[in-house]
């Protein structure tokens, strides 16, 4: 028989996933601002989340809400209107239950689904979108399931939001914020543990021999403006890569991003948080083709952020001028690559550390998807000195790089020596440290 995994356990075909129902709970008029985390603001010159009005969330609110469950949480996001507020998160909140089959319609059989699309059965030269688009395919349930998935799982944060942690172990599960379309939002104190995907897609072109393709990031930022993320810990938890089970002999791939920012965002400062056990962690722009909505956008800066254990994309970048600095990459022998050029890519990565495993050298942090030029000077790797634009190109002379991403960052608030980034990002980073 099949097993899916999904929060909780390993079932076997699709078992239920129970939804909770429950009132929100307010917190009448707020407090005074004192040193209320919640009322933090992002100090001037932060990144660029702090360029033109600044981020300020919910600092002005005048309800607070706290919640316990999820269904309170979206709750108190879907109240109307854009007045500020601020929503302390109490707990861990489970977004998708036990299990999956609470998504799942009539007639989605798992077991149908791998012998209708086993290549031995189907091959490696057609996708399956004709069978998404045909009524009672397997193909079509399997997305009609998803989108109930979807509906359970996607959090819409509204504009001058600030979204916080309380106490210990706050957190979601499960859950996926989707910051869409809006201004001034701030996420602080959390621990999000990346979604599991209960109907990845199958499609035998992905490759020489199809993969599995999951949705669902912890958060997305998506054509969204003045974000700072801070101090919350992106995990896979309980359910990494190793965890999965394969089929037609690809990983059952559940997983996608712990955090995009994609489709026009910009203002998007990223700091003190933890990255860890993840494959593709951080995706700055998701498309070669989003000149229209990218260009002289996705603005980031990420700093003291510790990305650990980590496969590749921290971040991957397209456009947008990215800068990377006082951040702490520890990794393990899964490593593939820190930082991916892509298209059009104005990267900035300096004052970085990075301790890598026996056998990985320097040229491994770059990666290169396009050619366009890169800053990576002032590094440091395994406690040596480095320039990682000459450290690629002397692992790689077949497809060099050139130095110099064109621009010099401004808008930089706490600047440590490379030399003391582990020690320091190490004690500061993730949701506990705010707490």
Known sequence: MSTQRCHGRVIAGLVGCTALVLAVTTTGTAQAHGRDAARQTLPAGDGWASATTGTTGGAAAKRVYTVTTWAQFKAALAESGTAPRIIKVKGVLDADGADCSEFAVDGYDFDRYLADYDPAVWGYEEDLEGEKATAGTQEYLRNQSAAAQAKAIKAAVPANTTIIGVGRDAGIVGGSLQINGVDNVIVRGLTLES??????????????????????????????????????????????????????????????????????????????????????????GNSDSAGATDEGKLRVTLHHNLFRNLVER???????????????????????????????????????????????????????????????????????????VAAYNTANPATPLASGAGWKPVLRAQVDPAKVVTRVVGRGAGADQLR
């Open 195 to 284: 979604p599991l995907d209960c109907f990845p897609q199958w499609d035998p072109t992905d490759g020489s021999t199809g993969n599995w393709n999951s949705e669902y990031d912890a958060a997305v930022v998506y054509n969204a403006t003045h974000v700072w993320l801070d101090h919350n810990t992106f995990t896979d938890g309980d359910h990494p890569d190793s965890t999965l089970p394969s089929y037609y002999g690809r990983i059952y791939q559940q997983h996608d991003g712990e955090l995009d920012v994609v489709r026009g965002a910009d203002y998007v400062t990223a700091s003190w948080n933890v990255f860890e056990d993840h494959d593709k962690t951080l995706m700055i």
């Open 314 to 388: 921290a971040p991957r970048v397209r456009f947008g001028q990215v800068d990377a600095y006082n951040n702490s990459y520890v990794a393990n022998g899964d490593f593939g690559y820190a930082f991916g050029v892509g298209f059009k890519s104005q990267l900035v990565a300096e004052k970085n550390a990075f301790t890598l495993p026996r056998g990985i050298g320097a040229g491994a942090v770059l990666y290169r998807w396009s050619d366009f030029p890169v800053t990576g000077e002032g590094n440091v790797v395994n406690g040596v000195r480095t320039d990682l």
